[in-house]
């Protein structure tokens, strides 16, 4: 059976332990606070993320991509500790420089087998792909075939979200000042997606309220396969994952349902108070 290892990077969201057991390894992503930089998931957990990010007068945090060489190293180790070849999932290409690091230094192991998929998603949208993709493995995939189907499978995700603001988009670049403050005068909150590896507006609402069920009717649309509730430091968790699944079509496997919470690699964007959830569609 080939030695199959996956790779991911921070924005998957993943759970240190959960990639610890999974065999998953996690390249971090670069997180500033002012003057302070953090490797995501190294030296700043989410809990601490949250914690600085909601800090009076805290400065606004930005992120970056890993280095090529960061890339390289998770690689060589893979190889070193008796991998075959190494199937690396990353955010994806239009949200972060990140799928391309990962080329690169993919390119500096010649003669190596790396296949390197964009999710064209983020968060546990790029999550549930490794996830899927170390099950290919245990099921004696090989590197290529895992690859070709979870670039298929990309298809398949889709996430929804409802932000409590505009003002963290507006922030982190998504969206113009202008958009920012008139939706910050109307309260509205915005519901978006991912459409072709870019961040898109679903519907505006005018109350969290309104702005939870709309984002509920979205998201149990279509049966699923796996679904990762989305939250950044939100409340009632439980109720809205419950409704969720309780109106699922067709239902789902209480095995593939997660609660996540967005670190820092995806959630300066987001802001805190954001809850939805990112799925795979049942095949």
């Known amino acids: 059976m080939p030695n199959v290892a996956i790779v991911t990077d921070s924005t998957s969201d993943l759970e240190p332990e959960l990639a610890a057991e999974l065999g998953i390894r996690v390249v971090p992503l670069l997180v500033r606070f002012g003057t302070q930089e953090f490797r995501s998931g190294v030296d700043l957990s989410t809990a601490d ?14 992120t970056a991509a890993a280095a090529p060489g960061t890339f390289a190293e998770c690689f060589a180790d893979a190889f070193a500790t008796g991998a075959d070849s190494v199937v690396c999932v990353t955010v994806g290409s239009k949200l972060s ?22 999710s064209m ?33 990309t298809a398949d995700v889709d996430l ?17 000042t202008a958009r ?15 459409v072709d590896g870019a961040v898109e507006t679903v519907d505006r609402v005018r ?15 279509r049966p699923v396969e796996r679904i990762a509730i989305l939250h950044t430091v939100a409340d009632d968790l439980e109720g809205f994952r419950d ?8 239902g789902v496997d209480p095995a593939y349902v997660s609660v996540c919470t967005v670190g820092a690699s995806v959630g300066p964007h987001l802001g805190p108070g954001a809850v939805g959830a990112v799925f795979l569609l049942k095949r």
Request: aromatic fraction near 4%; glycine fraction near 10%; proline fraction near 5%.
């Open 49 to 62: 993320f949250w914690t600085r990010m909601l800090a009076p007068d805290a400065p606004f945090p930005t």
């Open 97 to 118: 420089g990140t799928f391309a690091s990962a080329e690169i230094g993919a390119k500096q192991h010649p003669g190596r087998e790396i296949h390197v998929v964009d």
């Open 121 to 153: 998603s983020a968060s546990m949208g790029v999550g549930l792909l490794a996830m899927l993709g170390v099950e290919l493995a245990a099921a004696g995939g090989t590197g290529a075939a895992i690859a070709a189907t979870l670039r298929e499978r």
């Open 160 to 176: 929804y979200v409802a932000l409590d603001t505009l003002e963290y988009l507006r922030k982190g670049g998504r969206l113009s």
């Open 180 to 194: 920012a403050a008139i939706g910050t005068l109307l309260s509205v909150k915005p519901i978006i997606t991912v």
């Open 207 to 221: 109350t969290r309220a309104k702005a939870r069920e709309r984002v509920i009717e979205l998201l149990t649309a």
């Open 243 to 250: 409704t969720v699944v309780r109106r699922l079509p067709g």
